[in-house]
């Protein structure tokens, strides 16, 4: 199979999939206790009548359905419930590139500290170098962000006074989410790195490299750290899609007006279609982060062979 | 060849020898204690002889050779006492760059596995081409056609078409010609060559021996060929030294370890080889027993628990080197045979 026949069967494989998910979604949504409308202050009964008429409640579970899998599948993911001007596909639209940001900040910081701090730590094994940063790594992996957020908060934000608690307005504001949300995967992608880097040193190939006298800079980059560091490619589709989830938590802590603070809300609120929409977008882009870094993959290991 | 006479200082006992190891040795402080992987070996190896290393596994073949190349296992290995002069100069003495300029281009070496000696994510033209553009300096189109020349001289077909292809697109017997290519690419002096057939099969063994005898004469190096194979020091080899727990037992020429055998470790090893000649019937008899443990003291002679000759007087100091004939030596304080 060639590598776009692979693409291409991948990306038909997304459309079950998707179905899928959208299935599970609305009749997850559907079984939890609870409707839209019944909060504390119900609405008079004509009023309530109205809504579930103009969103259709009232039809068999089974036809809202079809009707929400097919405009699901044409890309609709149809009003929300609690913001009855909108639609979900706008509030995504709006809200998500604040997320995406703050997700990617947080991944190239993860990459940048995780990276120096596993390969500094392989090349120079057992010495202090290595300690102290497997030391700093495994603190990170311990502290949950919904812990190490309010720390930071508290010591930069209120007793050093030198960055902004919470907001989402100028660059600075986004130092204490970034570092809450990317810290633990500095943490894993630093444990990942040394661990692959330490694998390959063991190598014969790379005895061999040095057997050839090349300059340790070339044993290196060229002979090291291409296979060292595959198995962090790896990590990244599923550290991505975690860390965008993961921003769920943090927008809530620091104010952030992203999607995942919709997304709370909206199961907070029972926006049946918000919640729902929000979940099967998650999900589509998990599964194209995950195709993303299989074909990343088959550039970067030429031993692998697509099935 | 003169023999390795311990008192004799080295500057006198060989000013042609392309290679001196002198009293080497070298260790691996490992987290359990001390391997004494290399315990005082010596030999010599003139231009354009091939000197064979033979021995059981474990017996240090493989890291008196890394220690050559100063290339013992980081950071635990370290050559600590001996001397290694190539081309009369002290490599012990030498900078990392300038043991860099020796590496591959005036020491090649081949590795025992062809498997994992190849990096896979590079291609063989990569692989072949590195060394050569560093020690060469020379464009990378040069020695893309000098790579393409020696894969030719190694005997692969389409070398051209190779050059692109990934070592897992080869086969082993393939993958070991590359590895020699690659260890030819500067026209080293010296070949180190650790079992360069060992993983691979009978047919395609011999066809590598051809192989290397063939462009030594070409190229007019020495070669140093490690092997547990006695039939292919005996093809291939003017000098032999056999290695027993990380020391020498017996040294001399191919005729004296084969017909003369003075060591009683080299007589079993020498018993365990099938002879194509005769007696097919007669099992072999491998010698019983397994190495000692180098991490542990050894009293003596490292043989004894294994040796049918040993008494109580072998258990007293490692015997004394002695001398059969003139480049005949061996350690063992019996008259065997
Ligand atoms: N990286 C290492 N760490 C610890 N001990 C090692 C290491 N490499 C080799 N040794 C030990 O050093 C001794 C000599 O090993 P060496 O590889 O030189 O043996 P060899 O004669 O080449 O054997 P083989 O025929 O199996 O290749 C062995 O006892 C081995 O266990
Ligand atoms: S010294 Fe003794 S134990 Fe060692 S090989 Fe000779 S006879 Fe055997
Ligand atoms: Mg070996």
């Known amino acids: 199979m060639s590598r776009l026949q692979y693409t291409l069967w991948r990306l038909i494989g997304i459309v079950p999939v998707m179905v899928l998910i959208t299935t599970f979604a609305f009749f997850l949504m559907r079984a939890a206790p609870g409707g839209p409308f019944d909060k504390e202050k119900a609405l008079p009964p004509e009023i309530e009548k109205n809504i579930r008429a103009k969103y259709h409640l009232d039809d068999p579970l089974i036809v809202q359905y079809g009707r929400y899998l097919f405009s699901v599948m044409r890309g609709d993911l149809g009003p929300s419930f609690k913001y009855p001007n909108r639609t979900v596909n706008e509030i995504i639209v709006e809200s998500f590139p604040v997320s995406l940001k703050l997700g990617l900040l947080a991944m190239c910081f ?3 500290f995780g990276l120096s701090a596993g390969v500094i730590s392989a090349l120079k094994q057992n010495r202090w170098q290595d300690y102290t940063f497997m030391g700093f790594a495994l603190f990170g992996v311990s502290v949950p962000n919904i812990v190490l957020g ?26 204490l989410p970034t570092i809450t949300l990317g810290a633990i995967y500095v943490a894993y992608i630093s444990r990942i790195s040394r661990a692959g880097i330490l694998e390959v040193l063991g190598q014969d190939y790379v005895t061999v490299a040095r057997a050839k006298g090349l300059p340790q800079r070339i044993v290196v980059f060229r002979h090291i750290l291409r296979g060292g560091l595959l198995p962090v490619v790896s990590f990244l589709g599923p550290a991505f899609a975690s860390i965008l989830t993961g921003s769920i938590v943090v927008e809530k802590i620091f104010h952030i007006p992203g999607l995942g603070q919709h997304f709370v809300q909206a199961a907070l609120n029972r926006d049946y279609t918000l919640a729902m929409g929000t979940v099967i977008f998650y999900a589509l882009i998990l599964i194209l982060l995950n195709l993303v870094v299989d074909l990343l993959y088959t550039f970067l290991d030429p031993r692998v062979r697509y099935e | 060849m003169r023999s390795i006479q311990k008192w004799m200082p080295v500057e006198l006992v060989m000013a042609d020898s392309l290679l001196v190891v002198d009293r080497l040795k070298s260790y691996i402080y490992t987290r359990y204690g001390v391997v004494r992987a290399v315990n005082d070996v010596s030999f010599e190896l003139a231009e354009g002889d091939t000197l064979g290393i033979v021995g059981e596994s474990g017996s240090g073949k493989s890291m008196t050779c890394m220690s050559i190349l100063g290339l013992l296992p980081q950071p635990f290995g370290k050559m600590v006492a001996g001397r290694i002069r190539f081309r009369n100069e002290d490599l012990h003495t030498q900078s990392s760059r300038q043991m860099q300029q020796i590496r591959g281009k005036e020491i090649g070496m081949v590795f025992q596995d062809p498997m994992t000696s190849l990096n896979p994510f590079l291609t063989v033209g990569t692989q072949l081409t590195e060394g050569y553009v560093v020690h060469q300096q020379v464009a990378k189109q040069e020695a893309w056609q000098h790579a393409i020349d020696m894969l030719d001289k190694v005997g692969i077909p389409e070398a051209e078409k190779r050059m692109l292809s990934y070592p897992h697109e080869l086969s082993g017997g393939m993958r070991q010609r590359v590895m020699i290519a690659i260890a030819l690419m500067c026209s080293p002096a010296l070949l180190i060559a650790d079992e360069p057939t060992s993983a691979l099969d009978v047919t395609i063994q011999a066809q590598i021996l051809e192989l290397l005898k063939s462009l030594q004469r070409q190229m007019k190096m020495s070669i140093i060929l490690i092997t547990h194979d006695l039939g292919i020091v005996a093809a291939t080899c003017k000098q032999v030294i056999v290695m027993y727990a990380g020391r020498v037992m017996e040294a001399g ?18 018993q365990s080889v099938p002879s194509l000649e005769a007696d097919r019937e007669k099992p072999l008899q491998p010698i019983d027993g397994n190495p000692p443990d180098l991490m542990a003291d050894i009293q003596g002679c490292p043989f004894h628990p294994r040796c049918a000759y040993g008494d109580a007087a072998c258990l007293q ?7 059969a004939t003139t480049g005949h030596s061996f350690y063992c304080c019996k008259d065997v045979e």
């Open chain 1, 110 to 112: 993860a990459l940048f």
């Open chain 1, 150 to 175: 309010p720390l930071l908060v508290l010591i930069f934000g209120l007793w050093l006074g030198w960055l902004p608690v919470a907001g989402w307005e100028s660059p600075v504001d986004a130092v």
């Open chain 2, 253 to 270: 020429s191919v005729d004296d370890i084969f017909y003369r055998p003075k060591h009683p470790y080299t007589i079993g090893l020498l």
């Open chain 2, 317 to 323: 100091e490692f015997p004394q080197q002695r001398t």
